[in-house]
């Protein structure tokens, strides 16, 4: 099914733009903080239908033709994507100071401060928020169909032309997408659960 | 009346000091927390700093432990600078590769304990020798145990920290530092956020440690009986200066400044020791 295929390519391109726009956010360097601050501020400021639109029909006249379901898969990582990096980057500064304290008192390096200490404690605060942001890109992949992906919506709508029955179409449309995101919302209760040690 | 006498009261058996403070300043914007410090101490050597609250006592350990850099002034380490590397015979400020290498010879011991949340108390102990030293899992484990062990938390190695107590979360704390075997050990006002009855249990383990060690201690801290059983020195911190400093009979007996005279007042003497009166 084309929702899943977008939802699962785009899911993980948005997961792993996260931690990259995070990182870059909370950079030692000026310049790569700038410059990701920018790139996300854009993404995260305009829409995403708009977006769609013009990467489908503004880019090509620009000389670059972009398949449908790039457009579709592109669009919605960028914008989740952004999303996703202030989620990454403000649950790491939620972390209290006191914890890199203790790993630089025993001389744990810069990564390893990260890795064992700030970020399994951060991911745990991000998971509510991912699951969250996940359900979002969910409905966001019905927008792509007004770029001619043949996603679930486009296709019901298709159906209407052809069969008609309005409300009952419909209805099942809506009920396939709580469906799908509620499948969401119980894995990511999950993940929280197992993430939850040490906690009371 | 400014005492600062340094050479009079150390017990130096000749041997060179771990650390050596000298003119060191810090600045948080406009306030001077710590004003042209000299301050030395030996391998072995169990020093108290007291002082009233804001006196730059917390800030002096932060700098050795490179939580907070100095503005002014250096800092080393067993004759290596801390702060600073020489190249070509000049001092150039430390990248964190060097702080990582001149910095493993210390430890800390935190007001708030900082145990990390999310891991067992054996895996609080264990993550750092693994991570840091390289040991072996398993000899960090065992590690691990023995210090827990001598800290009396040896039971609590599968549980969380957030489900001790103050006290012993501290405790904790002491056996992690302990694991990475420093050759100086901070502790920053150890007992300061606990509980009045789990304040006991951590001094003890202090204690303990004291009588049985070799490594230096810096303790800061209010418990004024507790700097008079275990120091070797004590240092009145005020106002960003080391403004007298002796042994414990000096210091408590006879205080020379006015201004420890007034500090020690707030303090006074009952059958065990040294009260804080409210």
């Given at each position: 099914?084309?929702?899943?295929?977008l939802l699962?390519?785009?899911?993980?391109?948005s997961?792993?733009?996260?931690?990259?726009g995070?990182f870059?956010?909370?950079?030692r360097f000026?310049?790569?903080r700038?410059v990701?601050?920018?790139?996300i501020e854009?993404?995260?400021?305009t829409?995403l239908l708009?977006?769609l639109?013009?990467?489908y029909y503004a880019l090509?006249?620009l000389g670059?033709s972009?398949?449908?379901?790039?457009?579709?898969?592109v669009?919605?990582?960028?914008?989740?994507g952004?999303y996703?990096?202030?989620?990454?980057?403000s649950?790491?500064?939620?972390?209290?100071?006191?914890?890199?304290?203790?790993g630089?008192?025993?001389n744990m390096?810069p990564?390893q401060?990260?890795?064992s200490?700030i970020?399994p404690?951060?991911f745990?605060?991000?998971?509510p928020?991912f699951?969250n942001?996940?359900?979002e890109?969910l409905?966001g992949?019905?927008?792509?169909?007004l770029?001619t992906?043949?996603?679930?919506?486009?296709?019901i709508m298709?159906?209407?032309?052809?069969?008609?029955?309005?409300?009952?179409?419909?209805s099942l449309?809506l009920?396939a997408y709580?469906?799908?995101?509620?499948?969401?919302t119980l894995g990511?209760?999950?993940?929280?659960r197992?993430?939850?040690?040490g906690?009371? | 009346m400014?005492?600062?006498?340094t050479d009079?009261?150390?017990?130096?058996?000749?041997k060179?000091p771990?650390?050596?403070y000298?003119?060191?300043s810090?600045s948080?914007?406009?306030?001077?927390v710590?004003k042209?410090?000299d301050?030395?101490?030996?391998?072995?050597?169990?020093?108290?700093?007291?002082?009233?609250?804001?006196?730059g006592k917390?800030?002096?350990?932060?700098l050795l432990m490179?939580?907070e850099k100095p503005?002014a002034?250096?800092?080393?380490v067993?004759?290596?600078?801390?702060w600073?590397?020489e190249?070509?015979?000049?001092?150039?400020p430390?990248n964190?590769?060097?702080?990582h290498?001149v910095?493993?010879?210390i430890?800390?011991?935190?007001?708030?304990?900082?145990?990390?949340?999310h891991m067992t108390?054996l895996?609080?102990?264990t993550?750092?020798?693994v991570?840091?030293?390289g040991?072996?899992?398993?000899?960090?484990?065992e590690?691990?145990k023995?210090?827990l062990d001598?800290?009396g938390?040896?039971?609590?190695?599968?549980?969380?920290?957030?489900n001790?107590?103050?006290g012993?979360q501290?405790r904790?704390?002491?056996?992690?530092a302990?694991v990475?075997?420093p050759?100086?050990m901070?502790?920053?006002e150890?007992?300061?956020?606990?509980?009045?009855?789990?304040?006991g249990?951590?001094?003890n383990?202090?204690?303990?440690?004291?009588?049985?060690g070799d490594m230096?201690?810096?303790l800061?801290t209010?418990e004024?009986?507790?700097a008079?059983?275990v120091?070797?020195?004590?240092c009145?911190?005020?106002?960003?200066k080391?403004l007298e400093q002796?042994?414990p009979?000096q210091?408590?007996t006879?205080p020379?400044?006015?201004r420890?005279q007034e500090?020690?007042?707030?303090?006074?003497?009952n059958?065990?020791g040294f009260?804080e009166?409210q």
């Amino acid at each position: 099914m084309v929702t899943v295929q977008l939802l699962v390519i785009a899911g993980i391109l948005s997961f792993v733009m996260s931690f990259i726009g995070g990182f870059a956010r909370l950079s030692r360097f000026a310049l790569v903080r700038w410059v990701s601050g920018g790139i996300i501020e854009f993404f995260r400021g305009t829409s995403l239908l708009v977006q769609l639109f013009w990467l489908y029909y503004a880019l090509p006249l620009l000389g670059v033709s972009l398949p449908s379901g790039l457009v579709g898969i592109v669009g919605l990582a960028l914008n989740y994507g952004s999303y996703g990096s202030e989620i990454v980057r403000s649950s790491i500064l939620a972390i209290p100071k006191g914890q890199t304290e203790a790993g630089i008192a025993l001389n744990m390096t810069p990564a390893q401060r990260m890795r064992s200490i700030i970020l399994p404690q951060a991911f745990r605060i991000m998971l509510p928020s991912f699951g969250n942001l996940m359900i979002e890109l969910l409905k966001g992949t019905a927008l792509v169909s007004l770029v001619t992906i043949s996603d679930m919506t486009l296709n019901i709508m298709q159906m209407r032309n052809t069969v008609g029955h309005d409300t009952q179409i419909l209805s099942l449309l809506l009920v396939a997408y709580f469906i799908i995101g509620y499948a969401m919302t119980l894995g990511f209760r999950w993940l929280e659960r197992r993430f939850s040690a040490g906690r009371v | 009346m400014d005492v600062t006498e340094t050479d009079e009261t150390q017990q130096t058996d000749g041997k060179e000091p771990i650390i050596k403070y000298r003119n060191i300043s810090k600045s948080f914007g406009d306030h001077q927390v710590l004003k042209e410090i000299d301050f030395d101490l030996y391998p072995g050597e169990r020093v108290a700093i007291i002082g009233p609250s804001g006196s730059g006592k917390t800030t002096l350990a932060r700098l050795l432990m490179t939580l907070e850099k100095p503005s002014a002034g250096t800092i080393q380490v067993d004759g290596r600078h801390l702060w600073h590397r020489e190249v070509k015979g000049k001092l150039v400020p430390a990248n964190e590769r060097h702080l990582h290498e001149v910095r493993g010879d210390i430890g800390m011991v935190f007001q708030h304990f900082n145990l990390f949340p999310h891991m067992t108390i054996l895996r609080n102990c264990t993550e750092a020798p693994v991570k840091v030293l390289g040991l072996p899992k398993k000899e960090a484990v065992e590690r691990a145990k023995e210090m827990l062990d001598k800290v009396g938390m040896l039971d609590k190695v599968d549980q969380y920290p957030a489900n001790l107590s103050g006290g012993q979360q501290q405790r904790v704390a002491i056996a992690r530092a302990l694991v990475m075997r420093p050759k100086v050990m901070l502790f920053d006002e150890p007992t300061s956020a606990l509980d009045p009855e789990t304040v006991g249990e951590v001094l003890n383990v202090i204690k303990d440690l004291a009588r049985q060690g070799d490594m230096a201690m810096l303790l800061i801290t209010h418990e004024m009986s507790f700097a008079r059983e275990v120091a070797d020195r004590i240092c009145f911190f005020d106002d960003g200066k080391i403004l007298e400093q002796g042994p414990p009979s000096q210091i408590f007996t006879q205080p020379k400044t006015e201004r420890l005279q007034e500090f020690l007042k707030r303090f006074h003497l009952n059958g065990n020791g040294f009260q804080e009166v409210q």
